[in-house]
């Protein structure tokens, strides 16, 4: 079946502009994750989604950060008003049940000039 | 605090020739420990989970409690094998949620 999707694949901005980054999960999966992949920091959890439960946003960097779970699918992550130190590649993980293997969508890259 | 350290950015050795990733942790509690694999232009995938106990393409990693470590080997390296390697660890904080923390990787590039 059809893996993770993200879109887009790759978004350029500039200084200050908003960007939505969207995650389709695997379908039937409960979990979604949020990460961000970026040089000099590794990779770093952002926010989590579990079935109806209230998210875990311990590891969104600012209040400029935000994401959303429409239906218990389809994620969106939104960053406003970007920084430079925001570009990053932006990776999407959806899991069964809390508990079950994470798998990853391709990431969606972005750049902040 | 939770850590992952992975000491090497780059291992290379040459095909045939054994394999060890280094992976240290830092957790208080019983963590799951993981061995992530992004092969070039793929996307991140789980290469083996320390409770399936189960070897995949041939590496395995026993989670070593006592030296907190939970090193990735291969007795025998093929081209195949160079990929980008992260060690990860997942624990609950008084609830379900099961992020991964991330080593910062390894570069194993395999010679031929």
């Known amino acids: 079946g059809a893996g993770v999707s993200q879109s887009p694949s790759n978004k350029v901005t500039e200084k200050g502009k908003d960007v939505e980054l969207r995650c389709d999960p695997i379908s039937g999966h409960t979990a979604l994750y949020w990460y961000r992949q970026s040089l000099g920091q590794g990779l770093e959890f952002l926010i989590y989604?579990?079935?109806?439960?209230?998210?875990?946003k311990s590891g969104l960097p600012s209040d400029r950060f935000s994401a959303e779970r429409t239906g218990g699918s389809v994620s969106t992550l939104t960053i406003q008003r970007t920084q430079q130190e925001d570009s990053a590649v932006y990776l999407c993980?959806?899991?069964?049940?809390?508990?079950?293997?994470?798998?990853f969508g391709p990431g969606t890259r972005l750049t902040v000039l | 605090a939770q850590r992952v350290t992975q000491p090497e950015k780059l291992l290379s050795v040459f095909k045939g020739a054994p394999v060890e990733l280094k992976c240290n942790y830092s957790y208080s509690g019983s963590p799951e420990l993981f061995w992530y694999v992004q092969y070039s232009r793929q996307r991140l995938q789980l290469l083996l989970r320390h409770i399936s106990r189960e070897s995949i393409k041939g590496f395995t990693a026993d989670l070593n409690k006592g030296e907190t470590s939970f090193h990735l080997k291969k007795p025998f390296a093929q081209e195949e094998d160079s990929a980008m390697y992260y060690c990860?660890?997942?624990?609950?904080?008084?609830?379900?949620?099961?992020?991964?923390?991330f080593g910062t990787g390894t570069l194993l590039a395999v010679q031929p």
């Open positions: 993980a959806s899991s069964l049940g809390s508990s079950d293997t994470q798998y």
């Open positions: 989604f579990q079935g109806n439960s209230a998210p875990d």
């Open positions: 990860a660890l997942s624990g609950r904080y008084g609830g379900a949620t099961n992020k991964l923390i």
